[in-house]
Every structure is written in C-alpha cells, then in structure tokens.
C-alpha cells in the first residue's frame, strides 16, 4: 500500500528579476551572485497573491489548467481532494488558512485544510504528513471492515500538497546577503493512496503472492525522514509582524511588548522592542548546516526505504544555493547530472523549491513512471527531511 504521486504542477510569477537589475538597488554585480550562489534570474510577485500562485499550481497538479504532469490522462476533480496541506511561511491572511484560501479558488469542497510552517523544509514536512495521515485512514478502513463499525476518523484517500511562498515580502531589498537569493512561487503535488491489489499485478492471477511482487516495484512513497535541531544561535530568523505589538497589561500599569520571552528580550530590547520584519540569516552557519543535513537525511531515507543512491534516477533537493548541492553531490560521489537544480532561474523558493524541480523533471521527462526520485530539504527551525518516492 502506498501514496502515490498521481498530479504535479507549479506556479511562478510573471515578473523575471536578473542580476543586474538587483545590481541597481543594491550593492552587488551579476559577477559576485553567480559564483557564489548559482543564481541568473528569480520570479518576484507584484501583483500575484500567495493564494493566486498557490491556486494556479494546484490546478495544473489537477489537470484542469495546462502546464502540469498527470500519471494517467484526464483532470482529477478537485471535489474528489479529501485534504489540502500547505506548506507556507506568507500566508495572504493569518486566518482562514492559506489552505483554505486555495480549496475555496479551485472548488476543493470536501477538503480538510491547514498550513505547516517549517519554512523550506515543507515539501519534505508535506509529503511526509500527507503519507502517514492516509496510511492511518487506511488502517481505519481495515478495522472498520473487521469490527463492522464507524470509522474513527476521516476517509482521506486524496491530498493536495501546495507550497506556495512570496519571499519578497520577508526579503529586506537593501541587504545584498539575504535578498539576491529569494524569490516566489508554488509547487504542488497531489498524492493518492493506493491499496496493494490497484498499486499491483491486477489480473486473472492476482493472488496475494502475485500481487505483492507487483507490490514490491508499485509508485509511491517509499520512505520518509524528518528531523529539528534547535536554532539556537539564530541561524535562520524572523520576527512575527506582530510580536512587539503593546498590550494594556503591564504589571505597572503601563503598555508592555507582547510575546517578550525572557530568552527574546535582550534581543528585542537591542532593536528598540520593535519586531524586525525581515528575514535573517547567517551565512556561513547556514551552508555548514544545510550541506550536513542534507547527506544525512538522504542516507536516513535511502537506509529506510532499502536502497542505496545508486537506485535513485533523480535527485531533487531544496534549491537554497547551488554550490549547497554541489558540496553535497561531491560527499556523496555523485555526478551533478544526478541532481535537478533549477536554482539559476528561479532563486530559493522556500518549501516550493524542491516541487518545483520535481515538477520541472517530470515535465522534462526527466523522471518515468518506475523511476525513483529522492526529495530532500532543509531550513529554518531548524528543520531537515527527506523522502524517497517511485514515480
């Protein structure tokens, strides 16, 4: 049994930012970017909303807007999604979800919807919860068959996992090491689970031998690994908008700032109590991070599922910076051919990045039904994960 990829599809802003028009606000060259982080060009959202891209990639997952990758021809009704996961750290409202805000724009009516926030570590975070929750609802079905009463939870056979993120609004544009990296977009998936006996052999022979053989090479998510490290030295940050907001509550009577931990006071009281709305990251700290966590996820989820890199066709990591994955590839022994990197054109789209690339190189023909892809991600929390998944 298994969550299998049954749509994908992605969603990028119109306007293109090159190099050289960052050049023209800050203090950097098209020369300095390349080299260091790989990056050409990134999509920036002026008028498109979270939810507008959010939409557009979760209709071309569907089928129902062209530009996206179905493993069997036709559209899938959205009214047949059972749940939306999203994958976001810029929601358009803080309620209702973003989520929700999607399922209402492409007509997901009996759909179950929430946000994760682990920043680019939510396609991993996404897949992963999609799988086990359908695995539990599967489990439940079994037992309401056996017992012959209620199910005891909900009959999820079909989510949407929709990644959508606008950066640019988190990016502070005057500061060279955060905001030539960032840009926007979605990714989606739609994942469906499937029992032994449809993922395998089918047929006048389909016994329970033959079907597990089938089993054994059917699509689905083969493994997944999720791990949080505390970011304790503010590796990657940033501040709610509303976190020094005052409140008439102080002990003297006085106005006090919300939320003003013991352990976030010096550091709010440094910056006039005043929440920083930007983005902020630590560059060094973060590469040591990110190229550790991603070799050590991606051998937990090969180890999980059985297989060694050798086996995967494709890898399609978190686009954070070229030479992250490059770095890993080289500890790894493997040939960059082996990895989908789109990071050139479209910048670090936060937990969109790696559906994105898995979108691209199945939309390239890049990745076959059969094939074995391996997704890996890694971001602020600190967050890390992999999943290994047969097409």
Not at 55 to 79: P, S, T, V, Y
Not at 88 to 103: G, M, Q, V
Not at 179 to 204: H, Y
Not at 312 to 324: D, G, K, M, S, Y
């Amino acid at each position: 049994m298994g969550s299998v990829i049954i749509g994908s599809g992605r969603a990028l802003p119109a306007r293109i930012v090159t190099n050289d028009e960052l050049s023209e606000i800050v203090d950097t060259t098209d020369e300095w970017i390349v080299p260091r982080t790989g990056i050409h060009t990134r999509h920036v959202a002026i008028e498109e909303t979270c939810t507008d891209l959010g939409a557009q990639a979760a209709l071309r997952a569907l089928g129902l807007e062209e530009g996206g990758w179905q493993r069997e021809a036709g559209a899938i009704d959205a009214a047949t999604l059972d749940m939306i996961i999203c994958p976001t750290l810029t929601a358009d409202t803080h309620f209702p979800s973003e989520a929700a805000r999607i399922r209402e724009r492409i007509g997901a009516t009996n759909a179950v919807c929430y946000d994760m926030s682990c920043a680019c570590s939510g396609c991993v975070y996404g897949l992963s919860t999609a799988d086990l929750i359908m695995a539990g609802a599967a489990f439940a079905r079994q037992e309401a068959a056996r017992t012959g009463g209620p199910m005891r939870c909900n009959d999820v056979r079909r989510v949407l996992v929709v990644a959508a993120e606008r950066l640019s609004k988190l990016v502070d544009w005057e500061e060279r090491a955060t905001c030539i990296l960032f840009g926007d977009g979605a990714g989606a998936v739609v994942l469906e689970w499937r029992d032994e006996a449809e993922a395998g052999a089918g047929g006048a022979d389909d016994t329970a031998e033959a079907a597990g053989a089938a089993g054994a090479d059917a699509p689905g998510i083969l493994s997944s690994y999720m791990e949080n490290t505390d970011d304790v030295d503010r590796t990657l940050w940033c501040d709610s908008a509303f976190a020094s907001r005052e409140v008439p509550f102080a002990a003297d009577g006085t106005t006090a700032a919300a939320g003003t931990s013991t352990t976030d006071a010096p550091r709010l009281a440094a910056a006039d109590a005043e929440s920083d709305p930007y983005m902020r990251m630590a560059g060094q700290a973060v590469f040591k991070f990110a190229t550790s966590a991603m070799i050590r996820c991606t051998e937990e989820a090969l180890t999980r599922a059985g297989l060694t890199a050798d086996d995967v066709t494709l890898f399609t990591p978190h686009q954070a910076n070229e030479r992250i994955i490059r770095y890993a590839a080289k500890k790894m022994g493997l040939p960059m051919e082996r990895f989908q990197v789109i990071i050139d054109h479209v910048g670090n789209v936060s937990g969109a990045s790696a559906l994105i690339a898995l979108n691209e190189a199945l939309c390239e023909s890049k990745l076959q039904p059969g094939d074995i892809a391996c997704m890996t991600a890694f971001g602020g929390g600190l967050t890390a994960g992999s999943c290994v998944i047969r097409i």
